[in-house]
């Protein structure tokens, strides 16, 4: 397995533009089948290092995830989180089940 974590800071960081990341980031689902598992989460704890919105994927293998950044589907959801964000990190690496 293949893991994708990605980190969100936003520009508008109000509860309501969190969710509207999250319901975006949910229409992966069933749309990228290179996918095989996701999860999104909404920071609760508000620290001061804290980011926003949190994406985890879970890929077969690694290769899968330069189909799923081109994927069309992707592509579309991608220019949307690029206009509503400050930054990202991210953390990619091969998971032991």
């Not at 520009?11 to 689902?29: C, H, I, Q, Y």
């Not at 999104?40 to 330069?66: M, N």
């Not at 589907?73 to 690496?93: A, G, K, L, Q, T």
Request: proline share 2%.
């Amino acid at each position: 397995m293949f893991r994708h974590i990605v980190l969100y800071r936003l520009k508008n960081r109000t509860e309501e533009a969190k969710k509207a990341l999250k319901d975006r980031f949910l229409t992966l689902w069933g749309n990228v089948p290179q996918i095989k598992d996701l999860e999104v989460g909404t920071d609760c704890l508000f620290s001061g290092r804290s980011y926003d919105v949190a994406l985890v994927i879970t890929f077969e293998k690694r290769e899968d995830l330069s189909e799923y950044k081109a994927h069309p589907f992707h592509v579309s959801v991608s220019e949307y989180v690029h206009s509503v964000i400050e930054s990202s990190v991210s953390c990619d690496y091969e998971a032991e089940v």
